[in-house]
């Protein structure tokens, strides 16, 4: 089968890190952009991070930017998240997305419609 499977999130203080992994099967990763999303209770989902196939060149929302770092290791075929200096209001459920088209510098990446293949969410938690 082809999918995504998010783990790595849980319960961290304020402050905390976590890095969150994102395991492809049924594919080569090493043929996609990848992004990962978050939706927060009560909001829409958001776009947290992108990083092209070959991890040379990433990009993150304002929200994130400074404190996220997304990294791939394509010979495992797996993406991560490391979430550093984390905030209550970074909790939310995280779940990564393969992007559909082949990338160019300029092309939107933010937008749901951009990618073929989800992954199931990972729960983050930050809380005292």
């Known amino acids: 089968d082809v999918q995504l499977q998010a783990s790595g999130g849980g319960l961290v203080q304020p402050g905390g890190s976590l890095r969150l992994s994102c395991e492809a099967s049924?594919?080569?990763?090493?043929?996609?952009?990848m992004s990962w999303f978050r939706e927060a209770p009560g909001k829409g989902r958001e776009w947290v991070s992108f990083i092209n196939k070959y991890g040379g060149y990433s990009l993150y929302s304002d929200s994130v930017n400074s404190h996220f770092t997304i990294s791939r290791d394509n010979a495992k075929n797996v993406l991560y998240l490391h979430l550093n200096s984390l905030k209550p209001e970074d909790t939310a459920v995280y779940s990564c997305?393969?992007?559909?088209?082949?990338?160019?510098?300029?092309?939107?990446?933010?937008?749901?419609?951009?990618?073929?293949?989800w992954g199931q969410g990972t729960q983050v938690t930050v809380s005292s």
């Open positions: 049924g594919f080569s990763l090493s043929n996609y952009g």
């Open positions: 997305a393969r992007y559909r088209h082949s990338y160019s510098a300029g092309q939107v990446v933010a937008p749901l419609d951009q990618y073929d293949l």
